[in-house]
């Protein structure tokens, strides 16, 4: 059996290399020919946790990288996983499936095969039904679920944890008709993952519970952030004992309820205005969601006036954030909340020095020589004006009084709450903790 991937990014790559290192003749194609290159020398175009030792165990077993489509025609099983990008307007990027669609099609116009595509890309209702298919059908000449078949699958995987992910999912999603590679398809699933539940639903419905898993979150977020921001103006309460407690209760569950800056990534920022854009077209008012996403807009502006607070005015002052990844054990920074602060800061004409244990190049990027970088959590402090603690990234626990020696005043702003206990020997706020 061959498995063709499209779309080598963290969730395409993760599976190609976990199906590779499982033995399975994999395929990884990707438009991006420098990307492809270094992949093939099992160089992993992101950080992220065992991907690189999966990736070269697959690679040494049947993984072939390719932006050649045309080996698609070989394909048993296609995974779509191109990105789905948010465009200016908020509305959702097409583009990539609709490319990807057109090359399949080309691909499987003369095969013998009767192949499955998978679209696991996170796509808005009605994309698989009224956008992929008719591409398919139209560039292929053939009837789609008859002579090749088409089901959603969407992916539920986190960055940062994506391998482990994408061996043990919590659940697997097939939408569409029930049909003979409805049928092949539940038999590939369960063996690869036998004890995992499977649901078998429309298409429509397949589509939208990735958003609706995505939205959820993001609302447990902005629910805890609005919650530590009352906790933060209440004597003595801490966010943290709250979450702690409300999270043994079974109907609310303890995970997600981490308040900070509020939530980044390359995902729930983007798939939450995908959701309210297309509730919108099709006549819904997303009240709800828009509070959520508001709440998330407004996370940042509580971390700037904490910063006032104690620093009176930002102009001039030394600055240093630790920490620009969107979460920790990434080197991502797409949408990171730390990126949003700093461009912030630097309007207020503050002098900004970053430290990240693996997102310094990809800031660099961003800022260029407009910011100041340190490699080492003591170069970013000496000389400071005040730190922000903004991604939970473990170095970060272990800073003390010692640490904070050679700081031109010694303020820290906590956004994770990381230093709680410790006795630092200078000012100390953290978001969701009320003044003492
Ligand atoms: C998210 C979802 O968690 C995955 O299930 C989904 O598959 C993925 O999007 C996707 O659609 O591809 P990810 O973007 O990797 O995964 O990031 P999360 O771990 O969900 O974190 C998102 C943001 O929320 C981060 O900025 C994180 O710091 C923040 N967060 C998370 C909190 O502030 N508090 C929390 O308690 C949890």
């Not at 996170?122 to 789609?144: D, F, M, W, Y």
């Not at 061996?167 to 590679?181: R, S």
């Not at 966010?239 to 981490?258: E, Y």
């Amino acid at each position: 059996m061959k498995i063709g991937i499209i779309g080598l990014g963290f969730v395409g790559l993760s599976l190609a290399s976990v199906l590779a290192s499982k033995n399975y003749n994999v395929i990884g194609i990707d438009t991006d020919k420098k990307k492809c290159l270094e992949i093939e020398n099992g160089i992993t175009p992101i950080f992220e946790p065992d991907l690189e030792k999966t990736l070269r165990t697959g690679l040494k077993k049947s993984l072939i990288i390719s932006n050649e489509f045309s080996f698609l025609k070989d394909c048993d099983i296609i995974f779509v996983t191109v990105g789905t990008p948010q465009k200016n307007n908020g509305k959702i990027e097409l583009s990539m499936i609709k490319k990807a669609s057109s090359a399949i099609g080309q691909a499987i116009r003369k095969t013998s095969k009767n192949p499955i595509i998978f679209i696991k890309s996170t796509v808005i209702p009605g994309t698989a039904e009224n956008i992929v298919l008719p591409i398919l059908e139209k560039q292929s000449r053939k009837k789609a679920n008859k002579d090749f078949g088409v089901i959603s699958n969407p992916e539920f995987l986190q960055e940062s944890n994506a391998i482990h992910d994408t061996k043990y999912p919590h659940a697997i999603i097939l939408g569409g008709p029930e049909t003979k590679y409805m049928k092949k398809a539940k038999a590939f699933f369960s063996k690869i993952h036998p004890n995992v539940k499977m649901i078998f639903t429309e298409y429509q419905t397949a589509e939208i519970i990735k958003y609706a898993n995505n939205s959820f979150l993001a609302t447990k977020i902005s629910f805890i952030n609005q919650l530590s921001n009352i906790c933060q103006n209440i004597p003595n309460a801490n966010i943290d004992d709250v979450a702690k407690v409300i999270g043994l209760d079974p109907r609310i569950g303890k995970l997600f309820l981490n308040a900070g800056p509020g939530y980044g990534g390359s995902c729930l920022p983007k798939d939450m205005s995908a959701l309210i854009n297309f509730s919108d077209s099709i006549g819904v008012n997303p009240t709800f969601l828009k509070a959520v996403e508001k709440t998330n807009d407004e996370q940042i502006d509580n971390i700037i006036s904490l910063i006032k607070k104690t620093l009176g005015q930002i102009r001039s002052k030394r600055i240093t954030i630790l920490g620009t990844a969107f979460k920790p054990n990434t080197n991502d920074i797409r949408a990171s909340k730390s990126i949003e602060l700093i461009k912030k800061l630097l309007k207020n004409n503050a002098k900004i020095t970053v430290h990240d244990p693996k997102a310094l190049e990809n800031t660099k990027k961003i800022f260029g020589s407009k910011i100041n970088y340190a490699t080492s959590l003591q170069d970013a402090l000496d000389k400071s004006n005040c730190a922000v603690i903004m991604t939970q990234w473990k170095q970060y626990n272990q800073l003390n009084k010692n640490s904070l020696r050679n700081m031109k005043n010694k303020i820290i702003i906590d956004s994770r709450r990381v230093l709680v206990k410790k006795e630092l020997g200078g000012k100390y706020f953290a978001v969701g903790i009320g003044g003492r």
